[in-house]
């Protein structure tokens, strides 16, 4: 994706609502959307968390005036549950007990909390269980493409579970034998439900992709939502985009076995 396409739609995922009005106004993929919602808001969050925490009496003596969490974080722009948990000791609550109250608010014997929970966790599309149960089955989506893609093709490989009792840091296919992409060396392949804007190739590549290439050599990371042009992974890293797993990419890019 070019670099001015991807900031004028990020630009716009200001709310949840944005993605229905976008994917309708633009005619584009709603999970791409969300992707690219999901990632600004966590971005957003971490970045004001501490500026949240810094008035969160404030805001709990708001809270105990009537306003509800859900219409604060909207005030704010934060993400609803996130507040919430930052909350808790201001209303009495541990963070077992937080998050007990969200996955199930029926639990919850206070009228006005229970009703509370039930609305944040229904604004809250990131960092709610829905939310974070949407992110994990993306995750696994996105592996078992891969995983198939390979299986098809023959290429044998360890996946994170069979490694992960022998190596601290294991990606999510170690290659049994390395094969070419687009006349790089491939030893593993890491998958990515997400897209691969400056932000997330710089934070996956510190995390996760260098320590790959210094334990198991060169390697591939496909997002599975796309990334930005001219985007620049360091030596050792081959970026592919999801498309590149369709049968119909396979040759114009360059797939070939070892």
Known sequence: MKFEDYRD?????????????LAKKLGMDREFLLVLYTQ???RDATRRFYIV?????????EWRRGTPIARIARQINFPPVLLGLMM??????????????????????????KKEFQQIDEEDMVYSPRGAQIQTDRGVWGERKLHEWLDKRGITYR????????????????????IHIDGTKVCWIESKASFGDEIELRKNVR??????????????VVYWFGFLEGIEPPEGIVLLPGTFFDDCERDKIGWKGS
């Open 159 to 178: 996946t994170e579970e069979d490694l992960r009792n022998t190596h601290k840091k294991t990606p999510d296919c170690l290659l049994d034998k390395p």
């Open 53 to 61: 925490k810094k008035d969160i009496k404030k805001i709990a003596k």
């Open 207 to 220: 995390r996760q992709l260098k320590p790959y290439t210094d334990i198991f050599g060169p390697g591939a």
């Open 88 to 113: 808790a000791p201001e209303i009495h609550l541990t963070r077992k007990q937080y998050w007990k109250y969200i996955r199930d608010p029926n639990t919850c014997h206070d009228k006005r909390l």
């Open 9 to 21: 739609i990020y630009s716009q995922l200001r709310k949840a609502h944005d993605i229905d009005y």
């Open 40 to 42: 600004r808001t966590v």
